[in-house]
């Protein structure tokens, strides 16, 4: 794989241009898909979702997947973005882009990422609740396991 971009960043990210800079210049890339994670309301309940990590552990593990990937797929670039911090409802979290040569290949792979980004990266997220009420730390959910699970070799 040529290129990829990792970055947790606290700052809000503009995914249009992130997907146009894997491409600019490129005559191999056939095909480029994009996946942006938004913060829910929860059905109103959520006023914001603080996420925290560890500096340098969390992107080398994103780095880690995304060379795991460029090893199941022909990939010809990938970033990563995954933002850190307090985040509202609506806005952005995380966002990933693979560039390949055919749309098969940027398909699985994004979906892969995803998979494990949402399963394994070394990520904490509170909720902090609309109504003042405390907020939990959330848990990992039984779907998101199981769909890491279809990705095992």
């Known amino acids: 794989m040529s290129l990829s971009k990792i970055h947790v960043q606290a700052q809000d990210f503009d995914a249009a241009a992130e997907a146009a800079a894997l491409a600019r210049g490129r005559t191999d890339v056939g095909a480029l898909v994009s996946f942006v994670g938004l ?3 929860e059905a109103g309940t959520l006023q914001s979702l603080e996420l925290e990590h560890y500096p340098g552990m969390a992107e080398e593990e994103i780095a880690r997947i995304v060379g795991e990937a460029a090893r199941r797929w ?3 670039g990938v970033t990563v973005i995954h933002r850190a911090g307090r985040i509202l409802p609506g806005e952005q979290i995380v966002l990933v882009v693979c560039a390949s040569a055919h749309r098969a290949a940027a398909f699985s792979a994004a ?6 980004l949402k399963s394994r990266a070394p990520f904490w997220k509170k909720e902090h609740r609309a109504d003042g009420g405390q907020g939990d730390w959330v848990a990992a959910k039984d779907a998101d396991e199981a769909a890491l ?3 095992r070799e």
């Open 111 to 116: 979906e892969f990422l995803m998979d494990f």
């Open 39 to 41: 913060c829910r309301d």
């Open 74 to 76: 022909p990939l010809l």
């Open 149 to 151: 699970e279809r990705w």
